[in-house]
Structure formats: C-alpha cells, structure tokens
C-alpha cells in the first residue's frame, strides 16, 4: 500500500520569499504524485501532477514540483508567495495497478506574513 | 468540459434526523466517483467510492451510506445523524483508468445541532 507524508502541518513565509512545502512518499510500484490546494470553504484544486516523463512539473499559480525517486520526494515550491497563496496544500499518491484511490497527506497550511 | 455539482452548499440538521446529499458531474462517462469528509481542522477521509452504477465501496464503517443510481450521479445519505457526522463533504470524480487525478465539487458544510 502507498503512504503520503506532509512534514510541517503549518508554514508560515513571508510575502515574496520562496514557499517550500515538503511531501515524501511510499510506494511498492512506481508512483503518480499529486499537490492539491484548498481555500477555506472550496473544494480541492489541482495545481500539478507527476505521472511520467520529466520529473520537474509545473504546475498553476507559479508553482512546481519535482519527483525525486532516490529521496522518495515530491516537494512543492514557488519563487516568490503572494498573499493570495494562503491556503491549505495536500500531497496525494495513487498506482495504477487497479487500486482507485488516491491516499491524502494530513495537509499544510500555509500562511503568507506581509 | 467536465464539471461536478453539489447540493445543497450549506445544511444545518437536528440529530436523530435523515440526510440526502446529491453529487452530479458533467461531461464525462463511466466515472469514478468519491464521497470525503472533513472534520474541523483535519484532512480528507474517505468515506465511499464507486466504480460503476450500483457499486459502492466502503473506507468507513458507520451510520453513512452511499448509492449510486445513475452513471453520473452519486448520493450521501444518513437514516439518523449523530454530531459527529458535522463536517466538510466533498465530492469528486476520476477517469476510470490511472492515474486517477480526482477533481473536487464546491463541497457541502453540514452542521448538526
């Protein structure tokens, strides 16, 4: 079975530094890798997927991620936060060997310091 | 384009009374489709998943259940709330083939009283 770990269930950035929001993961088979945000009171929303090919993903908002097999990683980042990045961020895992499930990290909150 | 409705946004119920919560998505077939919830200030569980009209998978056992009656429709419901049952309930979809990215509805917040 795949596990997700989110390290810091709270970030705190100041408004303009680099955002770096941490996901390992455990998985038998290879991976498709996931980062979600959620605004309060909103559904999740997809900002990016890894699922083959370059491991460096780009995704919306500015933000990208990159698969790291050796570090079992898939860390979320940004150059610069915008107060408008404020939000909950999830990690998620899933294989492709008829298991339809994603598996949710516990989510990191992010708040943005003017 | 695929797009995923649910209702209603915002219900507050007494315990002891029946729930019915309604997920439709748009512009896609044979979906996999997911009921969560979110309890205050914690992350996503699984309640139920459907692969196809009449098959529900339970992750939780408790006083929640799940149907499916139409390809593209997907049902909450509860004979009797407890307390604990106030959260966040999302739904969402899936293509039925990997890498199974799951897109999320605007959710319902239920408050029981």
């Keep these: 079975a795949q596990s997700v770990t989110q390290l810091g269930s709270h970030v705190s950035v100041s408004e303009g530094a680099l955002v770096l929001l941490r996901c390992n993961y455990s998985s038998s088979v290879p991976p498709y890798l996931f980062w979600y945000v959620q605004y309060p009171n909103q559904g999740l929303q997809l900002l990016l997927k890894y699922t083959t090919g370059a491991t460096l993903v780009k995704g919306i908002n500015g933000f990208e991620a990159e698969f790291k097999k050796s570090e079992t990683s898939f860390h979320l980042t940004k150059?610069?936060?915008?107060?408008?990045?404020?939000?909950?961020?999830?990690?998620?895992v899933s294989v492709n060997f008829g298991n339809e499930k994603l598996t949710f990290g516990t989510g990191t909150r992010l708040t943005i310091i003017p | 384009s695929q797009t995923i409705h649910q209702w209603p946004a915002t219900l507050v119920q007494p315990v002891g009374s029946p729930l019915s919560l309604e997920c439709t998505v748009e512009g896609t077939s044979n979906p996999n489709l997911y009921w969560y919830r979110q309890a205050a200030g914690r992350g996503l569980q699984l309640l139920f998943y459907s692969v196809g009209i009449g098959q529900i998978s339970s992750e939780v056992p408790q006083n929640l259940s799940a149907s499916r009656p139409q390809d593209r429709q997907f049902i909450l419901s509860s004979k009797k709330l407890l307390l604990s049952d106030s959260g966040f309930y999302l739904c969402a979809w899936s293509l039925s083939a990997g890498p199974y990215e799951q897109y999320f509805g605007p959710g319902t917040r239920l408050t029981v009283t």
Excluded: G, K, V
Aim: net charge negative; proline share 7%; hydrophobic share 45%.
């Design chain 1, 79 to 92: 150059p610069s936060a915008h107060m408008s990045d404020a939000a909950e961020y999830f990690c998620a």
